[in-house]
Structures are given as C-alpha cells and as structure tokens.
C-alpha cells in the first residue's frame, strides 16, 4: 500500500493514540492532536518526522480548519481524518446541566463537524479521502445513564450518512466506527459525571448492574488496529462497521423491537396520510 498521510483527533489516548502507533509502525505520516502534546512526546522521540504533534482543542472552530491547514501545508496531502476526540458524559436526563449538555454536544458533535469540514476540500481537490468518525454503539441505540452522549453520537450519525452520499462522487469515503465496551479510559478518568437527583437512586443502580453486564469482557484497544488499517486500505470501505463482539447482537435485537412496534401501529400511521 501506499504511504498514507492521517490526521487523528484525541491522539493522546485510547483508540486515537493506538491507530497513530499503528499507522506510523507502517511507515505512514501522521499529524497527531491533543489538548497537551506533552502527551505524544514519547511518540516523537520514537517516529520523528513522521509524526506532527498539534495542539487542539475540538471545540474550537478556527483552530480545527488552522489544525488540518498545517497539517496538510507540512506533510502535502491528507489521506485519512479520524474524528476520534470525545469524552462520554453521564447522568440522567433531567439531571444535566445546561453547561453538561452543551459541553458534549460541542466536543462530540461539533468538534467531529469542524474538523470534517476543514479536511473536505483538500480532499476534493486531491479527488480521495477516507473520514473515520468515531461514534459507538450508543450512536445507533440508547442506555440510561449517557442519554446527552446517545444524542451526539446519534447526530454525528446522521450527519456522516447524509456526507457520505454527498462526497462519494468526488472520490471520499466515510466510514462510521461503532465499538463496543474496550478498555479505554471512557468511562473513567475522561468521563463527567452530573450530579444525581435522589430520586433516580434505584434507577441508577440499576443502570450502574446494566452496563456492568454489557462490559463485563471488554475489548482489548490494541485490537483494533489491524482492523482500522484493513478499513483505511479497503477499495470501497463500509459506512458502518462495528468494534467487538457484542454490538452486533444488540442492534439486531434493537431494531427487531422497533420494527415490531412501527408495524404494530402502522394501522395509525396508515390513517394519518388522509
């Protein structure tokens, strides 16, 4: 394969740093962010010029078009962009904060649609591109307990599906990661948590039992990485593609019960086109 140019969001951990590894032990070129680039030094020290430490902060618009400027200006080309940067926030809906709610909809959303937009016309112009925009499995259904993480992941779906139909044609590919529970740091040190109302007591020891049950086998994150470099390299890539086991049998048994409810009530459905 030829050598790739990637441009990866969130690089100083988790998914984002182990693709970077994977990426430059190929002998790919890679522009790297993080909130403190301190963080890739030990990655410098052993790529070198291989690898361009930039600082970003996601939520900031001009500095994500400034970000993917330089990166493009110092290595010539983009061939991959990994929207990887995000944190989940957790809590009940009604006990977000207007300050939560808005803070993980700008970072998870936002961040991914900023950083999109500013790699789009290199791409356009070059006529290839591969965007990987990391969502989950709770892009695609719903838990208690991340219901404000569920909707950016959701929009950050929809969002992708409608641009992946819109640049197809100019030779740019899309691609949705969904994983699974792996052992990052997601529902640990990089999470928020808001402050429970003692009224959701039960229910959020119920939904603490849940996702313990989901993520009793989490994934290894190192796993990943062939299979990121498989998707990257792949003629015609999927739109989605699922990270683990498990995630697969949620979305059957999801979307069996949605269907299931839609034709139980298509009688009324049916009665409201007149």
């Known amino acids: 394969m030829a050598e790739k140019v990637w441009f990866i969001t969130g690089a100083s951990r988790g998914f984002g740093r182990e ?31 291989l690898l361009l430490p ?35 926030q957790f809590g009940f809906i009604e006990e977000l904060t207007q300050e939560e709610a ?9 961040g991914a649609l900023w950083v999109t937009q500013a790699a789009l016309p290199f791409f356009r ?10 969502s989950s499995i709770g892009g695609i259904t719903a838990f208690q307990n991340i219901g404000i993480y569920n909707a950016s992941k959701w929009a950050l779906e929809g969002f992708s599906q409608s641009l992946a139909a819109e ?14 529970g792996f052992s990052t740091d997601w529902g640990g040190s990089s999470a928020l948590h808001s402050t429970e109302l003692p009224d959701y007591a039960d229910a959020h020891a119920a939904a603490a039992a849940s996702r313990a049950a989901r993520y009793s086998s ?28 498990t995630p697969l049998a949620t979305a059957k ?10 034709e139980k009530w298509q009688h009324l459905s049916s009665a409201a086109q007149g």
């Open 167 to 180: 640049v197809g044609p100019f030779g740019v590919h899309v691609t949705l990661i969904e994983p699974g």
């Open 102 to 110: 808005r803070a993980q909809i700008e970072t998870n959303l936002f």
């Open 54 to 88: 930039l600082k970003l902060d996601v939520t900031d618009y001009d500095a994500d078009f400034a970000a993917v400027a330089e990166a493009h200006a110092h290595f010539g080309r983009l061939d991959v962009v990994v929207n990887n940067a995000g944190y989940g």
């Open 218 to 245: 989490p994934g290894n994150p190192s796993a990943t990485s062939d299979v990121i470099l498989a998707i990257v390299d792949a003629d015609e890539p999927p739109l989605r593609i699922f990270l683990g086991e």
């Open 19 to 49: 693709w970077a590894i994977a990426a430059l032990e190929r002998g790919d070129k890679v522009a790297a962010t993080a909130r403190d680039i301190s963080t890739l030094d030990d990655l410098v020290d052993k790529y070198g010029d």
């Open 125 to 134: 112009e070059q006529g290839s591109g591969h965007l990987l925009q990391v």
């Open 253 to 262: 048994a999801d979307y069996a019960s949605r269907i299931a409810e839609w």
